[in-house]
């Protein structure tokens, strides 16, 4: 049997403070009237406020409110007061060039109000919120997968239709060039416990744009020209990802839609950086993609630039599609 311990614990001002410490938990005030809030060192601290004035202003924390959040923060604000219940509110607020995602809780109805004060706390969420758009991306980038997954079965399936003369020789056109997707696929796709190998970036473009070509290895409607220059076993999955996308589309909407469309690519090194250009001609017509970009389009961008450190160019003549990727070299053979 449990004994009772004789002490009641007492919740007073001191065991509080060390029990919100410990959960990170900021302490906010409301006049309703004078729109004056009152913040504990904890809450200036996440503001980046000075703490030389107890009482600050809506106004005044607005400042730090990220510009695409403003409105939602000020109208959610007002109508706490006619909320039923607990409410909570996440909105960014910037620190510098940091950006920081908060959380602010209370009470609506006037529950708990004294006064004319309301009370709450603020929370700093940012590494939830990092790990939410991180397992949103993911999950997006997994759907985008499948689709192009589907798209470029469709297509190969196609140009064997085109090469073979008679179902079996079609089978087995179709089976190499889908083995060979798979081979690619291996290089994209991360295994736990086992590190990638370096590798030569003329050998790496021919496995990944092999299945793609008419005889199912390039040379024929594909070519690839590329000096001895190695990428590094840190980049092989970005490197990959990003021409995965480029021949995907290629397949979809450029030149390897059409057996008489042709891709040339072209390595070359300048001034520290190593260039590819991506030439596509004897598809059909082209024009300059319209619109908000795609999840793809945002993915090769954002893999070029922040994991590479480089960018990437898109020209758009009428023959054909160009793209221009430009990546640091030492991060290439990282």
Not at 67 to 77: I, S, T, Y
Request: aromatic residues 6%; negative net charge; hydrophobic residues 45%.
């Amino acid at each position: 049997m449990l004994r009772k311990s004789r002490d009641t614990p007492v919740w007073d001002a001191d065991r509080l403070r060390i029990a919100s410490d410990a959960a990170g938990v900021a302490l906010w005030s409301w006049d309703v009237d004078t729109d004056e809030i009152a913040l504990d060192q904890r809450a200036h601290d996440l503001w980046g406020v000075a703490a030389n004035s107890d009482l600050v202003t809506f106004e005044d924390l607005s400042a730090r409110i990220h510009p695409e959040d403003f409105d939602r923060v000020r109208a959610a604000f007002a109508a706490t007061r006619e909320i039923f219940g607990s409410y909570e509110i996440d909105f960014r607020i910037m620190d510098g060039d940091e950006v920081r995602w908060v959380s602010a809780r209370g009470r609506g109805d006037d529950k708990g109000i004294i006064g004319r004060i309301m009370f709450g706390v603020f929370l700093d969420v940012t590494q939830r919120k990092i790990a939410e758009e991180a397992r949103e991306m993911l999950a997006n980038e997994m759907s985008h997968r499948v689709k192009n997954l589907f798209a470029i079965a469709a297509a190969l399936t196609l140009i064997s239709s085109r090469a073979a003369a008679t179902p079996k020789e079609m089978a087995v056109d179709l089976t190499q060039r889908l083995t060979a997707l798979g081979q690619a696929h291996e290089l994209v796709r991360p295994l736990l416990g086992e590190q990638k190998k370096a590798t030569n970036l003329g050998a790496l473009l021919a496995i990944l744009l092999g299945a793609y070509d008419e005889k199912g290895e390039i040379g024929d409607r594909i070519r690839v020209h590329a000096p001895r220059v190695p990428v590094g076993e840190g980049s092989v999955t970005t490197l990959a990802l990003v021409v995965h996308e480029l021949a995907t589309n290629s397949l979809k909407y450029g030149a390897l839609s059409k057996a008489s469309g042709t891709l040339d690519v072209v390595c070359t090194t300048e001034n520290g950086d190593v260039v590819i250009v991506w030439t596509e001609k004897g598809g059909p017509p082209v024009s300059a993609a319209r619109g908000q970009a795609g999840f793809g389009s945002k993915l090769v961008h954002r893999s070029i630039t922040s994991q590479l450190g480089g960018s990437i160019a898109f020209d758009w003549p009428a023959e054909g599609a160009i793209v221009t990727l430009r990546m640091n070299r030492a991060r290439l053979e990282t």
